[in-house]
C-alpha cells in the first residue's frame, strides 16, 4: 500500500519557469489538498479537492494551478516560478466520510533561483 | 475556523509521559479535535483523533475537557523518536475537506 506518493522529492527552478508536482493516491480517498511549508511555520493550504473535477482555493492560492481529472491523481502547476514559492509541498488526502485521518506525501522540496 | 492555541515548545525526559495542551476555547459541537505530528524532514502523520469522549490507541491518548474547550495528548513513555512537532487541529463534521495548520509545538526529548 504506496498511500500519497509525491514526485519529485527535490527540484530547482529558475525565476519564470513553469514545473508540475506530482500526486497520487492510491487508497480511492474522496479528499486532496496541497500545502506549503516555510522554514519553522507551520503547513498553509494552496488548493483543495473534494473528487474528481472539483477543485477550490485554499489560503495562499496565488500563483498555482490545479486540476483534478482522476480520483487517484491531484498534479499542482506552478505557472511563473518565482523565489518566494521556495518550499516545501505536502500532498495529502483523506476519506470524504467518518472525519477520518489525513495521509501525508513525503514532500517535495522546491528552490526557485 | 476555529483556532487553536498551543505553547511553542516544551521538552520533557526520555521514558517519562508527556502532556502536550491545547486551547481551542470557539470549538464548536461539530468540531471533532485531530492531532498530528511531524518528523524532522517528513510529512505530518495522524496521531488521535475525538470529539467528547477520551480516547486511546497505540501511539498515544487524548484526554478531552468536559467543556471541550482544552484538550491534552498524552504520550506514555516518551522516547527519542517522539521528538517532533505536534499539532492540534479543529475538523468539522461538515466541511472538513480541509485541515487548518498551526504552527504547532515542538517537543524535544532529552535523553
Known amino acids: 500500500n504506496a498511500g500519497v506518493t509525491q514526485t519529485p522529492k527535490f527540484q530547482v527552478l529558475k525565476t519564470g519557469q513553469s514545473m508540475t508536482l506530482q500526486c497520487a493516491q492510491d487508497m480511492n480517498h474522496e479528499y486532496m489538498s496541497w500545502y506549503r511549508q516555510d522554514p519553522g511555520m507551520g503547513l498553509r493550504l494552496i488548493h483543495y479537492?473534494?473528487?474528481?473535477?472539483?477543485?477550490d482555493q485554499g489560503e495562499v492560492p496565488n500563483g498555482y494551478n490545479v486540476s483534478r481529472s482522476t480520483t487517484e491523481d491531484f498534479p499542482l502547476r506552478l505557472l511563473s516560478a518565482a523565489p518566494s514559492q521556495t518550499s516545501v509541498y505536502f500532498c495529502?488526502?483523506?476519506?470524504?466520510?467518518?472525519?477520518?485521518?489525513?495521509?501525508f506525501g513525503q514532500g517535495t522540496r522546491l528552490t526557485v533561483v | 475556523d476555529a483556532k487553536t492555541t498551543q505553547p511553542n515548545s516544551m521538552e520533557s525526559n526520555e521514558e517519562e509521559p508527556v502532556h502536550l495542551p491545547c486551547n481551542h476555547s470557539?470549538?464548536?459541537?461539530?468540531?471533532?479535535i485531530h492531532w498530528y505530528r511531524q518528523l524532522p524532514s517528513q510529512g505530518p502523520e495522524y496521531v488521535i483523533h475525538?470529539?467528547?469522549s477520551n480516547v486511546n490507541n497505540r501511539m498515544a491518548s487524548l484526554a478531552i475537557a468536559e467543556d471541550r474547550k482544552s484538550s491534552t495528548l498524552i504520550l506514555h513513555r516518551a522516547t527519542l523518536r517522539d521528538a517532533a512537532v505536534y499539532y492540534c487541529i479543529l475538523s468539522s463534521y461538515f466541511g472538513n475537506e480541509k485541515l487548518t495548520f498551526g504552527t504547532g509545538t515542538r517537543l524535544t526529548i532529552i535523553p
Open positions: 479537492s473534494v473528487g474528481a473535477g472539483i477543485t
Open positions: 475525538g470529539l467528547t
Open positions: 470557539t470549538i464548536s459541537g461539530t468540531d471533532y
Open positions: 495529502a488526502s483523506r476519506r470524504r466520510t467518518e472525519n477520518t485521518e489525513a495521509f
